[in-house]
């Protein structure tokens, strides 16, 4: 069977309240200007590259409307530029700007240090340790969702079949 429930439910609220820990203490005064997510949208787009906002939008697993909001923001303090799509012309990419990557650039560093700070007693086979199973939990989060994503796409093309 694996994981217990009442293990799975123990892990699932110590990652929430690590997230909310995380925020609380690791986040730069400027991170708090932005929408919430704000950040995360940067991050996820200097890690994509230019591209089309519904694309990224995808990618990070929200709508696209609320992606609108964010790049809007981004673009409206500077972090993020628009440009016409040399692809196709009629479209629009994004990418992160110099002062966007300045900003991620400026977080990280504060971050690093702040994790850096807490974690004084531990020691680098620990936080090694710690990253490998973290990092193992999220790739297997990530394949899950690519399997359910890929039964959703076959599950949606048999009924388009079945209906014509």
């Not at 694309?55 to 790049?71: C, E, N, Y």
């Not at 972090?79 to 650039?105: C, K, M, Q, W």
Request: proline residues 3%; negative net charge; hydrophobic residues 40%.
């Amino acid at each position: 069977m694996g994981v217990s429930p009442d293990t799975a439910q123990g892990l699932l609220d110590e990652l929430f309240l690590i997230s909310r820990a995380l925020r609380r203490n690791l986040a730069q005064p400027e991170e708090g200007r932005l929408l919430p997510g704000g950040i995360s949208v940067l991050v996820n787009l200097e890690s994509a590259g230019p591209c089309r906002q519904v694309d990224l939008a995808a990618q990070i697993g929200i709508s696209a409307s609320a992606m609108s909001r964010h790049i809007t923001e981004l673009v409206a303090d500077g972090y993020v530029l628009r440009n016409t799509d040399p692809d196709d012309g009629r479209a629009i990419r994004v990418e992160v700007s110099s002062t966007g990557h300045e900003l991620l650039g400026r977080i990280r560093e504060s971050r690093i240090q702040g994790l850096q700070e807490v974690m004084a007693d531990w020691t680098q086979d620990d936080a090694e340790r710690a990253r490998h199973i973290l990092h193992t939990l999220r790739s297997q989060l990530i394949a899950r969702d690519s399997r359910n994503a890929a039964a959703d796409h076959q599950k949606h093309s048999e009924e388009r079949i079945d209906v014509q």
